[in-house]
């Protein structure tokens, strides 16, 4: 299994820093960190380079190539995915993409 590089976006790391802290604030430090943890593992999965993905159903992320992948169902993974590396664009909730 070759791994890419891994290049986060400003923007993704926000949104899941936003989430980790919602969760910690309802006094759940340590599922905080596990969400947040487990969040960069997905990363990690998603960076093989044997596995493409396909593109966005929304039209104008597709129309800009990125690719979708749901996270636990909850959540969508947007990224980018040249040759050499995996680049994370956004976060967010599923239902925040039409």
Known sequence: MVNRKIAISESAAESIA???WYIESKGMVATAEKFADAVYDFFEKLSNSMVTHA???DRKRAILGLKCVPYKKKYTV????PEEELVVHEFVLSKQIH
């Not at 947007?78 to 995915?81: G, K, T």
């Open 18 to 20: 936003a989430i980790a």
């Open 55 to 57: 593109l966005c159903r």
């Open 78 to 81: 947007v990224f980018w995915e």
